[in-house]
């Protein structure tokens, strides 16, 4: 309490002369015309206008007002167990420092980012695949117990809505999980993109690989390229409606197809890759 001591005699100094320089531009205000001193009464900021306007009769008001407001913030600063709390509660100074800039990531770190964030678009394509798959057979069964329903079975309706209900939430949950996967392909290329600013294998040919899900060959081919440091572009014919479109412009009859710039590729030989990146 010793410590804060002055502190408290500054603040309260400080409140006193804000007062104070407050009442005395009221005063000059009315001094000056019963309107203007109900302008400063019960205008928003009407005194600092008074102020501006009328400077020489202000002037002793305003200058004390502010220099009591500077006295009460200079008082807080005084007080160490106020200075403490607003460190600890509030932003503390050092958030006032320059940022640190982030540090790049090792060829290594990123090689394995890219590993696991293709790990996470695969594994979110195989729940979409089968999801959507499931929903279909739920859907037609819900159709085959609709045209049977009978309207005066109150409970075999209420049971339909209730199995309804629940297919139209996975419904939901399978179209949200095809945005996330957008998201997380989206983030995978701008990894990718990262990498592809070192020297890679490929002369800086853009790699597209079209899969699916269960495809055996395609895992084959992304183990290769990934042993290589080859940066790719994954497109899962089965989840994106423009990769299949794209697919079958390209001629596809099986995947994985790899294009490498205009050549292309159906299925996965590590030799004809070679060739097709020089």
Same mark, same amino acid.
């Given at each position: 309490?010793? +410590?804060?001591?002055?502190?408290?005699? $500054?603040? #309260? =100094?400080?409140? @006193?002369?804000?007062? /104070? *320089?407050? &009442?005395?531009?009221?005063? +000059?205000?009315?001094?000056?015309?019963? $309107?203007? #001193? =109900?302008?400063? @009464?019960?205008?928003? /900021? *009407?005194? &600092?206008?008074?102020?501006?306007?009328?400077?020489?009769?202000?002037?002793?008001?305003? =200058?004390?007002?502010?220099?009591?407001? /500077?006295?009460? &913030?200079?008082?807080?600063?005084?007080?160490?167990?106020?200075?403490?709390?607003?460190?600890?509660?509030?932003?503390?100074?050092?958030?006032?420092?320059?940022?640190?800039?982030?540090?790049?990531?090792?060829?290594?770190?990123?090689?394995?980012?890219?590993?696991?964030?293709?790990?996470?678009?695969?594994?979110?394509?195989?729940?979409?695949?089968?999801?959507?798959?499931?929903?279909?057979?739920?859907?037609?069964?819900?159709?085959?117990?609709?045209?049977?329903?009978?309207?005066?079975?109150?409970?075999?309706?209420?049971?339909?809505?209730?199995?309804?209900?629940?297919?139209?939430?996975?419904?939901?949950?399978?179209?949200?999980?095809?945005?996330?996967?957008?998201?997380?392909?989206?983030?995978?290329?701008?990894?990718?993109?990262?990498?592809?600013?070192?020297?890679?294998?490929?002369?800086?040919?853009?790699?597209?690989?079209?899969?699916?899900?269960?495809?055996?060959?395609?895992?084959?081919?992304?183990?290769?390229?990934?042993?290589?440091?080859?940066?790719?572009?994954?497109?899962?014919?089965?989840?994106?409606?423009?990769?299949?479109?794209?697919?079958?412009?390209?001629?596809?009859?099986?995947?994985?197809?790899?294009?490498?710039?205009?050549?292309?590729?159906?299925?996965?030989?590590?030799?004809?890759?070679?060739?097709?990146?020089?």
């Amino acid at each position: 309490m010793n +410590a804060q001591l002055p502190g408290l005699i $500054l603040l #309260g =100094l400080g409140v @006193l002369a804000a007062v /104070l *320089g407050g &009442i005395i531009t009221i005063v +000059a205000a009315f001094h000056q015309s019963v $309107l203007w #001193g =109900l302008v400063t @009464l019960f205008v928003p /900021l *009407g005194n &600092i206008v008074f102020t501006c306007v009328h400077w020489a009769e202000a002037r002793v008001g305003f =200058l004390m007002n502010v220099g009591g407001v /500077l006295l009460c &913030i200079g008082a807080v600063f005084t007080m160490p167990d106020v200075r403490a709390a607003i460190q600890k509660g509030g932003l503390p100074m050092s958030s006032f420092a320059a940022p640190e800039k982030a540090k790049p990531l090792s060829p290594q770190e990123l090689s394995q980012q890219i590993m696991d964030k293709r790990e996470a678009v695969e594994n979110e394509q195989r729940t979409f695949v089968t999801t959507g798959r499931e929903l279909q057979v739920q859907y037609s069964a819900l159709e085959d117990r609709r045209l049977g329903l009978k309207p005066t079975d109150v409970v075999a309706v209420a049971k339909f809505n209730e199995e309804a209900a629940a297919y139209q939430a996975r419904n939901t949950q399978h179209r949200n999980l095809q945005q996330q996967i957008t998201q997380t392909q989206a983030d995978l290329d701008k990894l990718i993109a990262t990498r592809n600013g070192a020297s890679q294998p490929g002369g800086g040919k853009k790699v597209v690989m079209y899969t699916t899900a269960s495809c055996p060959a395609c895992k084959v081919a992304k183990q290769y390229m990934a042993q290589k440091g080859i940066p790719y572009q994954e497109i899962n014919v089965e989840t994106s409606r423009e990769g299949m479109a794209e697919y079958q412009k390209l001629g596809g009859r099986g995947v994985p197809l790899i294009t490498v710039g205009d050549k292309k590729m159906t299925g996965f030989n590590s030799q004809e890759l070679e060739k097709m990146l020089l």
